[in-house]
């Protein structure tokens, strides 16, 4: 039982690399590849792995649930964009899918950044998942924790996510089965984060506590700060990151 997943890159010479852990914190899937502009490569990972995946330069992450002749799940096959880590937001509104005559089984898939992982302010529909007590699996790169992932079974219409730590990100994707039929989405994305420019860093997600050579300006958007440069991108204590940022993602099968 597997789900298929899709990296297309942006530019030449773009190195991808797959590391996954399993639902019971094995090591999984380890790969890498080098892809060219306008390419791509489809990668079959089983269904109870989450994943880390990093490009180091621009590209996009799609996933495929296949359908019940491949998983055995009663179900048609769908499609969702998956956003990296740095687009997370900190609150959602969510819908299932009810259309008065399926009986349909509602997922969400939940990843918390290792710097975020608070469940006992992380609330769904007003329960935080402390009380919820949801399992999570730390998914790791290079040995090292970067995102806690979960899978959570649902019901109703309408679900609310929401982070009480307003710089906080998390991800999430909805999705759901019924007869012959499926749905699945990402709940949504901070666009602002992946903002490329030649002298502009991108936005961050948490305050800086001082700024460090080449900065030129710093201003708020929304809750979270955008640092000009001179050149390159300048982060808190001295650590560097060029402009565009890094793309990562984080991503648990349907």
Not at 164 to 190: D, E, P, T
Request: include cysteine; hydrophobic fraction near 35%; glycine fraction near 10%.
């Amino acid at each position: 039982v597997y789900d298929r997943f899709k990296i297309v890159a942006g530019e030449d010479f773009t190195t991808v690399q797959i590391e996954c852990t399993r639902s019971d914190g094995q090591s999984g899937n380890l790969t890498s590849f080098i892809l060219q502009e306008g390419g791509f490569r489809d990668v079959d990972i089983p269904s109870t792995d989450y994943c880390w995946v990093e490009g180091d330069k621009r590209i996009i992450l799609l996933q495929f649930s296949v359908g019940q002749e491949v998983d055995g799940v009663l179900s048609d096959p769908f499609m969702a964009m998956i956003p990296p880590v740095e687009q997370y937001s900190n609150g959602y509104t969510l819908a299932t899918l009810f259309d008065g005559v399926q009986n349909y089984t509602h997922f969400m898939n939940l990843y918390i950044p290792k710097d975020f992982f608070q469940p006992s302010k992380i609330f769904l529909n007003d329960q935080s998942l402390e009380e919820l007590n949801v399992t999570f699996t730390a998914i790791q790169h290079l040995g090292v924790t970067e995102v806690y992932g979960a899978q959570l079974e649902i019901s109703g219409e309408v679900q609310t996510l929401k982070h009480l730590n307003k710089l906080a990100g998390i991800g999430v994707m909805v999705y759901g089965f019924g007869k012959a039929i499926s749905y699945g989405y990402c709940g949504g994305l901070r666009l602002e984060v992946s903002t490329k420019g030649d002298s502009v860093c991108p936005v961050l997600s948490q305050p800086m506590n001082g700024y460090y050579g080449n900065t030129k300006s710093v201003s708020t958007s929304g809750e979270l700060l955008v640092v000009e440069c001179n050149e390159g991108c300048v982060l808190a204590e001295g650590k560097y990151l060029t402009c565009p940022i890094r793309n990562i993602w984080s991503f648990k099968e349907a």
